[in-house]
């Protein structure tokens, strides 16, 4: 493993130096250059001002090229970001990854079913007295939203238009506050610049929670919550007091060994794992192999994570594939009594840390009118399962069930 690819100190999973100093060996990230490339004249400018944090001048064109007063540049710190596995350092800014960036080519296709670049629980946290917070980007691929949380607290959403450049946070609360400004839970960003205001002070927020590291589906991404800070792993971290990582992949949480070896390299005080019903709907596995398959990523976890409490999670409520077997025969019950046989098994061997939470009991029937399309919760499905996510793990780490 590579140095610093795996920090654990105050910024984001994998945010340490090492992770970014090889970008210059990084081949062919969608043709994409890497911080050893020449930076060109037209960013030189902005660059150089993020870099040395100096104030802007007034009527200073930054970023979008719109004029701002009265606003100061911080410089571009990995030390701002968390929740990130690694951060490539890229001649438009710094981009947060959820897999090593240098290993893309060991996550295809394209980075896991090009996910892996996707910020879902990917946050910037400082401590300020600015009443402004401006923040600059690559134009963002698709329509997105960045939420502003202060002191635990979500103050400001903004919507932005696919191809915006810009975020504008103003009027946020008078004082010395701590800020988190959670990236889009559907795509993915380039950060190239940040300002408050010209009077006002800044300092990365280091966040020394114990961490907890979720593996999932798109139900774990959540691209339908109402906003990147109402998913439901940042709901039930900010409840349980966790560093969140959250490892949510839309349509390809397929158990790849990949996926057990980037677990298993991550700090974590707690790893949640919620599988199956990607797997259910790309019939990537039979019967026969799905527990070999989840035998093998518990394993490949356990040899870094011997006593770090794991917590597998089955299918919550699904609709027609309770009954409906899949083109291998699958169902969602037989799933999830193949997950509970599979966590008795290692249970038997001597693994005491090991824990199963039947989905039906965090997300059950009687909340399938919470559910968009017979499969995804909708933002008050999301709400709920955050809110409920503390007391049903509590219960799967004592052996209990609800009923």
């Known amino acids: 493993m590579a140095?610093?690819?795996?920090?654990?100190?105050?910024?984001?999973?994998?945010?340490?130096?090492g992770a970014v100093s090889g970008a210059r060996n990084v081949k062919s990230v969608k043709g994409v250059k890497s911080v050893g490339n020449v930076e060109n004249e037209k960013s030189a400018e902005r660059t150089e001002s993020v870099k040395s944090g100096?104030?802007?001048?007034?009527?200073?064109?930054?970023?979008?090229?719109?004029?701002?007063?009265?606003?100061?540049?911080?410089?571009l710190l990995e030390d701002w970001f968390h929740g990130a596995v690694s951060l490539e350092h890229r001649q438009e800014g710094i981009k947060p990854w959820r897999i090593p960036f240098r290993d893309y080519d060991l996550y295809p296709p394209?980075?896991?079913?090009?996910?892996?670049?996707?910020?879902?629980?990917?946050?910037?946290?400082?401590?300020t007295d600015s009443g402004v917070l401006l923040l600059w980007f690559e134009p963002l691929?698709?329509?997105?939203?960045?939420?502003?949380?202060?002191?635990?607290r979500l103050v400001q959403t903004?919507?932005?238009?696919?191809?915006a450049g810009e975020a504008r946070f103003t009027g946020l609360p008078p004082g010395v506050k701590e800020l988190e400004i959670y990236l889009p839970?559907?795509?993915?960003?380039?950060?190239?610049?940040?300002?408050?205001?010209?009077?006002?002070?800044?300092?990365?927020?280091?966040?020394?929670?114990?961490?907890?590291?979720?593996?999932?589906?798109?139900?774990?991404?959540?691209?339908?919550?109402?906003?990147?800070?109402?998913?439901?792993?940042?709901?039930?971290?900010?409840e349980m007091g966790y560093h969140l990582t959250n490892l949510g992949f839309s349509g390809n949480c397929l158990m790849e060994p990949m996926a057990g070896r980037l677990i298993r390299n991550l700090p974590a005080d707690l790893i949640t794992l919620c599988v199956g019903v990607?797997?259910?709907?790309?019939?990537?596995?039979?019967?026969?192999?799905?527990?070999?398959?989840?035998?093998?990523?518990?394993?490949?976890?356990?040899?870094?994570?011997a006593e770090t409490p794991l917590v597998i999670i089955s299918p919550i409520y699904g609709t027609e594939r309770e009954t409906e077997e899949n083109p291998l025969g699958f169902t969602?019950?037989?799933?999830?009594?193949?997950i509970a046989d599979t966590v008795k098994l290692l249970q038997a061997r001597g693994d005491r840390h090991l824990h199963y939470l039947d989905g039906l009991e965090w997300f059950g029937p009687a909340d399938g009118n919470l559910l968009t399309d017979g499969l995804h919760p909708g933002p008050e499905g999301y709400e709920l399962l955050g809110k409920r996510f503390s007391g049903r793990l509590a219960a799967a780490l004592r052996g209990e069930k609800l009923h």
Request: a positive charge; glycine letters at 12%.
């Open 278 to 305: 990607n797997i259910y709907g790309a019939a990537s596995s039979s019967p026969r192999m799905f527990k070999p398959l989840l035998i093998g990523l518990l394993e490949t976890i356990r040899e870094k994570h």
């Open 332 to 338: 969602l019950p037989l799933m999830r009594r193949e």
């Open 141 to 152: 691929a698709e329509e997105a939203s960045l939420d502003c949380v202060a002191d635990g």
């Open 54 to 75: 100096k104030s802007l001048e007034s009527g200073k064109s930054v970023g979008n090229g719109k004029n701002l007063k009265n606003v100061r540049s911080l410089p």
């Open 185 to 238: 839970q559907n795509t993915g960003m380039t950060i190239s610049g940040l300002a408050i205001d010209d009077d006002a002070v800044a300092e990365p927020l280091a966040d020394r929670r114990p961490r907890w590291v979720t593996y999932g589906s798109s139900i774990t991404q959540c691209v339908a919550a109402s906003s990147p800070s109402r998913t439901w792993p940042v709901i039930a971290a900010a």
């Open 3 to 17: 140095r610093g690819e795996f920090r654990s100190g105050g910024g984001g999973a994998g945010c340490g130096a």
């Open 110 to 127: 394209d980075g896991i079913g090009g996910k892996a670049e996707i910020c879902s629980g990917i946050r910037l946290r400082l401590t």
């Open 158 to 163: 903004l919507r932005l238009a696919a191809g």
